[in-house]
């Protein structure tokens, strides 16, 4: 269990939160669906109900539902599994990158997408694609998506399938999505089309300088900049070192606070054996830059010309934000992220 804590606390903010709601509320379910009023108040309240007036009249559907997982047996397992598998693989390298509030923000708002093309498809063809939707695919759907148009080079490793563009799994995953579109299958394909768009137009949006996510800033303290952890190890400029024996982790916010030349009270102390992970990790990227450096060999001097670039892209990141960087210069950054 120990081990277990210490891996929750370490995930982003918003992915272990976004993970554990829909887990417990998965939990707490299989324990309540047989008590017939908790059952009917969770489909007709909080599941998307598509049938008029539905959500029309209760429109927090399009939230609630994003956070349910009602089927039954094996299956129900599966779709839950599946859908926090991908947030997790998809949405905790994005959250670093991009802060908590984006990864929170993209996730309700491919699930409003998917819940809004429901209703439309409800409206015009009543029943065709389900009367009740539950699930995240849609929001998780629209992460994944986000995450393959702001970074088009991504690529995933698959089973059988090898390494693939992680745009060109989302688009066979819709394809495939409307094949069963023709189907009686039961798959609410409307969420996923419409999480999917949403995703898409919210990644347009931020390569043209729009933000749409700022709003979700309200529930975490990523204020001034939405930047992660990888800009905070890389870039901790006016961090001040602090003497005390039982300083606490350096948490998410504190990474940021620190890019940004803030001063936040963690402590970095060589003697204290609770110092922050990341500090020591920073240390240790340094004497190991430092040491390459001081070597005469065209590998340090090719490592110490990659450093100075992703400095450069950093500085250009603070001064500009993210929107300002080009294709390659997000390649790049994204490369020394996986180092």
């Known amino acids: 269990m120990n081990q277990f804590q210490l891996w929750y606390n370490r995930q982003p903010k918003a992915l272990r939160t976004l993970i554990a709601i829909n887990v417990v509320l998965y939990v707490a379910w299989q324990f309540l669906r047989w008590v017939d009023p908790v059952n009917s108040f969770v489909y007709n309240v909080l599941a998307l109900n598509t049938i008029w007036p539905g959500a029309v009249l209760m429109p927090w559907q399009l939230v609630t539902y994003n956070f349910l997982h009602l089927g039954p047996g094996f299956f129900g397992l599966l779709h839950i599994a599946f859908n926090m598998l991908w947030l997790y693989w998809i949405g905790k390298e994005f959250e670093r990158m991009h802060g908590s509030h984006e990864l929170l923000a993209l996730y309700l708002i491919g699930g409003l997408g998917g819940g809004l093309l429901s209703l439309l498809f409800g409206l015009i063809m009543p029943g065709f694609f389900g009367s009740v939707i539950h699930g995240a695919s ?85 204020s001034g900049s939405s930047r992660g952890s990888y800009t905070a190890q890389r870039h901790g400029r006016g961090s001040r070192t602090a003497s005390t024996s039982s300083a606490p982790k350096m948490s998410f916010l ?86």
């Not at 094949?179 to 089309?193: E, K, R």
């Not at 137009?201 to 700022?214: E, P």
């Not at 606070?257 to 204290?272: A, F, K, R, T």
């Not at 110490?304 to 992703?310: A, G, K, L, P």
Request: glycine share 10%.
């Open 138 to 222: 849609g929001a998780v759907l629209g992460v994944i998506m986000a995450v393959a148009i702001l970074y088009p080079y991504k690529k995933i490793a698959l089973i059988f399938l090898g390494t693939v563009k992680l745009l060109y799994l989302v688009l066979g995953f819709l394809a495939i999505d409307a094949l069963l579109a023709l189907s009686s299958s039961g798959v609410a394909v409307t969420a996923h089309w419409g999480g999917a768009l949403a995703g898409f137009l919210c990644a347009r949006a931020s390569q043209k300088g729009i933000d749409v996510t700022s709003w979700a800033r309200i529930f975490f303290d990523d």
């Open 254 to 339: 504190d990474r940021i606070e620190m890019w940004l030349g803030g001063d936040p009270d963690v402590g970095s102390s060589s003697s204290s054996s609770s110092g922050a992970d990341d500090s020591s990790g920073r240390k240790s990227r340094s004497r190991r830059t430092k040491s390459s450096r001081q070597r005469g060999s065209s590998t340090a001097t090719a490592s110490s010309s990659n450093t100075d670039e992703v400095d450069r892209i950093l500085d250009k990141i603070s001064e500009h934000g993210y929107e300002s960087l080009s294709e390659e210069e997000k390649r790049i950054l994204y490369e020394a992220s996986q180092s």
